[in-house]
């Protein structure tokens, strides 16, 4: 009989649960265990589509305009559960898109809108989230009728879009090709924090959080302002709190000092790839609409979604003030309404920030926020039409006015609003499709022509392709251009495992790897690089003297695959196709970015402060959307290739490098052979084999193979005796695989 039976199994955690997966786990047991759980995510497994859906040409066939008009129809159209502001949606979705682009962050190009990520924990009961689960209910019964050509992570995005131009604003286009994941994206550190709003982590590697300094605000001779405008929020995260899309409105950690919350805003908004006026634009746009909501003190709301009864059916935040809902609203706890046409575009924003004096005050929620000095009572209220009120702002508002940078730009679009308008435009534009990678993966009818310098543009390929007798006989020419054929498979390599899937940036197209900033990347070797491709330039220039053309880039990757395939003894697919960017098409700032602090594949770098080498190598696979059998044949297979960085023979466990081989997996398994540190920092280790006497050395990347249960055991399948051909095969899918990661154009 089940024990259970008769007790109320509501509170027994997952750990007490004797089936449904319950039990005491192994992250439990060993914490510090790594874990591979990253590399096996978005599998057809969870996804009701399978494997086979293909959402963007889907998308092609949606009634576009139908869309639209249902969505600006449901603008309007109030619904009881969750009543609209002035009789109006707008404000509240686009807070809603913002929310699910804004969680992009340049440093490892992971969160943002692309998944539809908004519907899952943690997202979906982040604290700075709150309410959102209305508007996504909201949109429920448009999803529900354009089915598999809408996929939420689009809808998300494009509602925002018809919500700015229902309100009379003039938008820069929009692209759709967002196919939605069906579990929570587990490869996203949003900080180490435990406590919603804490920042406890991710500021104490640098200068210590102003929370430590005692409270700013009062006793001037107590602060420490040094601190707040210096304070290091560590990498890659875009926001200043745990469970915050960016920044603190009330302030740096709840502080209301302006100034201080202008080095917040940037330093998080250029996380997010956003430069001052593309940030005071986005500010100063979006909180041209809508209002904050906090009628009264936050006591009453209950949980958030995650953590919400079963009946609730994925609501939270319950709020029993009144009828919780409408003029009665708890989100954030402040209220504030900026300005006097929340409903409308218009350069009121502005025009309030600079016109008048602003003095502290408490909501009713009792937050700090601010109210103008004034009688001026302009400002609407959003549901009794009698009432008028005075304009208010949000201390990150006040800080586009006393910061020295931030002022300078805003009291130029108070004079010249069309500069405004066009600063919006395109910043809100980069804020929906900076994660959507190159444009050949835009869909719809609303793309605009003019290309941005952050969609990292390559030309369209304007000549004939190369023909099988062209590529055979390039292959020969690269074979024979004196570069070593390992050299020629690592710069295949640098250029196409530049690429990361988060943001889809990155990879061989354009051949950036001659360019600025990767050229000089230590993980590249810029003086062999600069060698090798001045020899790949030269059979270029061979070939292109005839009437067909071809590229750097096709020629990087043709001539690492000519050299794998030489190896290997098999023969290699090579797609042709990729051409050349110029440095004038390439942000260099923006693709330092991609430097990889470490290549586990070419056994380059070693742990950081947060990460151990292992936890990185995981990272890199995840980044290349490999799978860890992946990850395992390509590493093992790239050290009997000599693939190193530095050609250093670490890991190179065989007796014939520079031919491939499963000698790395049969070596390292062999049960005679030991390992050793072979200095301090455990990163570097000497294998001695006693019965042949062979000496390897090797670091963290290559004994992670032979350490880790799941690793060992894809191992052991390729140091078998009857997976030789396996082994080859399964190479050089993965390193085509690779070399073709952001060919989004023949996909
Ligand atoms: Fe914002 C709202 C904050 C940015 C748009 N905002 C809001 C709120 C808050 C905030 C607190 C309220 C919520 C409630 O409901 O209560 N923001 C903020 C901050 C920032 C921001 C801190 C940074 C500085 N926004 C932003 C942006 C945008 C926006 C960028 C776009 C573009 N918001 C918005 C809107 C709203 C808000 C539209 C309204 C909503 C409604 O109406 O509902």
Known sequence: SNQNVGKCPVGLDNKEANFGGGGTKNNDWWPNDLKLNILRQHTAQSNPFGETFNYAEAFKTIDYQGLKNDLKTLMTDSQDFWPADFGHYGGFFIRMSWHSAGTYRVGDGRGGGGQGQQRFAPLNSWPDNANLDKARRLLLPIKLKYGNKLSWADLFLLTGNVALEDMGFKTFGFAGGRPDTYEADESVYWGGETTWLGNDVRYSQGHPGIAEHGVLDGDKSKKDHTDIHSRDLEEPLGASHMGLIYVNPEGPDGIPDAAASAQDIRTTFGRMAMNDEETAALIVGGHTFGKTHGAAPTETVGKEPNAGDIHQQGFGWANSYKDGKGPNAITSGLEVTWTSTPTKWSNHYLEYLYKYEWEKEKSPAGANQWVAKTDDEIIP????????????????????????????????????PEELEDAFAR?????????????????????PKEVSIWEDPVPEVDHDLVTESDITSLKKELLASGIEPATLITTAWGAAASFRGSDKRGGANGARIRLEPQKNWAVNQPKELEKTLTAIEKVQSNFNKGSKKISIADLIVLGGTAAVEKAAGVSVKFTPGRTDATQEQTDAQSFTHLQPFTDGFRNFGTSTARVRTEQWLVDKAHLLTLSSPELVVLLGGLRTLNANWDHSSHGVLTKNPGKLSNDFFVNLLDTNLAWKPSDESNEFFEGFNHKTGDKWTGTRHDLVIGSHPELRAIAEVYASADNKERFTKDFVSAWTKVMDLDRFDVK
């Open 381 to 416: 209220h959003a549901f009794d039409k009698n009432k008028k009120q005075k304009p208010r702002m949000l201390t990150t508002d006040i800080a586009l006015r006393v910061d020295p940078a931030y002022e300078k730009i805003t009291r130029r679009w108070l004079e010249h």
């Open 427 to 447: 910043a809100w534009f980069k804020l929906l499709h900076r994660d959507m990678g190159p444009r050949t993966r835009w869909v719809g009818p609303e793309i």
